[in-house]
């Protein structure tokens, strides 16, 4: 689980880069296990939608047990089955980079982030900003898993 505060400064360490990188206006959902959301914020000016698509990358890095940047890949490959995954979870996985499982210091996923309103490649490297600013992991850092953790 991931206690409030924490999710609030993983939303607040990826703004405050965002602003730094000069990205245009972001919105971050950090959300645990089972996709309940624990914390969304959307800066002014982001357009509509934004927490939609933050949840729904969030939801495809825990529906899929990788990044949404993988995922994304996964639907490139194989649409008919991409097509099957985005209908069976109520349109509600968006197969776009941004999204990012959130491990613990054992590995463990905690969680996910979601973050949107710039380049799907800024997003997601936002996202792991974020993560690893609070001491938690990605997938990366886990080489310790093997193959329970999904690179590529």
């Not at 405050?16 to 000069?22: D, I, K, N, P, V």
């Not at 959301?37 to 800066?43: G, I, P, R, S």
């Not at 490649?121 to 997938?139: F, M, N, Q, S, T």
Request: hydrophobic share 40%.
């Amino acid at each position: 689980m991931i206690a409030l505060d924490r999710a609030n400064r993983i939303i607040s360490e990826i703004l405050a880069e965002g602003r730094r990188l000069g990205c245009r206006p972001l919105a971050a959902v950090v959300v645990e296990p089972g996709a309940v959301v624990k914390a969304f914020q959307k800066e002014d000016h982001a357009s509509m939608l934004r927490f939609e698509m933050a949840y729904g990358k969030a939801y495809a890095a825990l529906a899929l047990g990788r990044s949404s940047s993988l995922v994304r890949l996964r639907a490139e490959e194989r649409p008919l089955f991409m097509d099957y995954v985005v209908k069976a979870s109520g349109d509600r996985v968006f197969p776009e980079g941004g999204g990012r499982l959130i491990r613990n210091a054992d590995g463990e996923v905690i969680g996910a982030v979601g973050v949107t309103g710039d380049s799907q490649e800024r997003d997601d490297e936002l996202a792991v900003h974020g993560i690893r600013a609070c001491g938690l992991r990605v997938d990366e850092d886990c080489p310790e898993l093997g193959e329970k953790v999904r690179l590529s």
